[in-house]
């Protein structure tokens, strides 16, 4: 029976991926959006708010004017079980720092337990030995740690606040949980010229991966690396070097839930403004989250990204 069950979510989430590919593939050409398939990518925020003030980040810098809040493990389980059988992969976090919230591991074990993978990506900071293990327990398939220095002057160049020894130890804790444990660090002036040190700590850490990201900036600012192939803009600009391309994978097949339950495009929307509508107040059902993607706001935001992304001001600051 169990089988039986499985094969048929596997048949069913194959040929909602294979919807979805078509959808973007239509959307690109026709330039505006043709929906078929449901997005099988998500993003659910566990908490809204962060115990460090990195430079870039706007919520760490309370610029996003949200009241800070956790979802409750209820909420979760309603969020969840709406993107079911299609959703295969949801990332544990969006602008807070995740580990905040202390119900996260339920949440993980909820997921796995209805054949969702997961991951969490944290700066680190409350990776203690049980909460690793917690995690590990749970089935969590990815946790992603920001290391964005080689050491702790470094470190605290970007992520004001934090502490690197602290973060060590997280790794440390992490890796000796048996956790899949890949260290992130930014491209910035501070970090470019040190990516073999970098890579060094990882290695003797134990990490599985050890990834170089571009940094994402919003203004002008003395970490923006001097190497251009380590930025994503052109030198001296806040100019993306790709160019903007009418179209969008990200929002045909995934979606963003937050806190409070609205259902947000992507990840660049960081205070919610382009929000479908709010999952949580329409009920949390299957029926709520189908009505909310294909409501006149969501088509008429999806049909701009296709058309005419360069009018919509998160679209122009993303690598998409
Ligand atoms: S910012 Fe725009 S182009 Fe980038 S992922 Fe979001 S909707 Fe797509």
Redesign the pocket.
Known sequence: MIRKVLSYHCIYRCINVAKVIFSYAASALCHKYIGIGTPFTASIEPANYCNLRCRQCPTGLGMTDRQKAKMTIEDFKKTLDAMLPDVMYVNLYFQGEPLLNTDVPEMVAYATKHGVSTCISTNGHFLSQNMSERLKQAGLDRLIISLDGADSESYSLYRTGGNFDTVIQGVKYAVGAGLNVELQCLLLSSTENRKNEILEIGRKLGADRITFKTAQFYSQDALMPANEHHSRYKKGTLELKRGLRNR?W??ISSIVINTEGEVI?????KKGLHSYGNLLKAGGTKKALCDILNSQRAIDFKNR?FSN?KC?Q??T??T?
């Not at 495009?265 to 929307?269: E, F, R, S, T, V």
Request: proline letters at 6%.
């Open positions: 969008c990200r929002i495009p992507c990840c660049y929307d990204v992304r919509i998160i679209c600051n993303c998409e």
